[in-house]
């Protein structure tokens, strides 16, 4: 029996003059209810697909054909959180909080800051040790967020002797790893 079925009999029920079970008004009821299942499971999709905040999938690839940018990410929870700081990116999203929380809600493993000159930010990458492997579509990306007027400088992290010395006790330790100059460079410290 269906939910809404169940539901018309239940209203029915009071007023003691239909027989509702095994009957043409019970297969009424039935038929009636099921089509009226069959609607509220379409309105239910609806009403999820229609907000960033609960959408799965149809209502994410409806809002992604009307943006310029797509999230640089799969996993549904920062698709969504990408899609609404996309969609928050208007004329007062210039301030140096809205911008970083823009970059964060697209994905972006990217803080930019003030670097005292006007009309001068720079924009590193924290928990990143080098050159990001995706560095160009993370550039397409922050570049269209940030304001076409200023002027980004990217800054990359890489090991300091400071770090080396807290993962290694003597050079000897070092050389018995037998890194490269590059892949001493990105080292980070545990």
């Known amino acids: 029996m269906s939910g809404y079925g169940e539901y018309l009999r239940q209203l029915l029920r009071p007023l003691r003059i239909y027989e509702l079970e095994g009957t043409a008004n019970g297969g009424e009821l ?3 209810g099921a089509a009226l299942d069959e609607a509220a499971d379409v309105l239910e999709e609806i009403q999820r697909e229609m907000l960033v905040s ?3 999938d149809r209502g994410l690839e409806a809002i992604e054909v009307l943006l310029a940018r797509k ?3 799969d996993q549904l929870e920062m698709r969504r959180a990408a899609l609404a ?4 990116i208007g004329g007062d999203s210039f301030t140096l909080a809205a911008i970083n929380d823009n970059l964060k809600g697209c994905g972006v493993n990217a803080v930019a800051s003030e670097t005292g000159l006007p009309g001068r930010v720079e924009v590193s990458f924290p928990d990143v040790a080098g050159i990001p492997s995706n560095l160009e579509e993370l550039r397409a990306i922050i570049e269209s967020i940030l304001p076409a007027h200023v002027e980004i400088t990217y800054v990359y992290q890489y090991a300091t002797w400071a770090i080396l010395e807290q993962l290694f006790d003597t050079w000897d330790d070092i050389e018995q790893v037998h890194p490269t100059w590059k892949e001493m460079e990105v080292m980070e410290a545990g």
């Open 54 to 56: 609960t959408a799965q």
């Open 71 to 73: 999230p640089v990410t």
């Open 30 to 32: 039935d038929a009636q």
């Open 85 to 88: 700081a996309l969609l928050r």
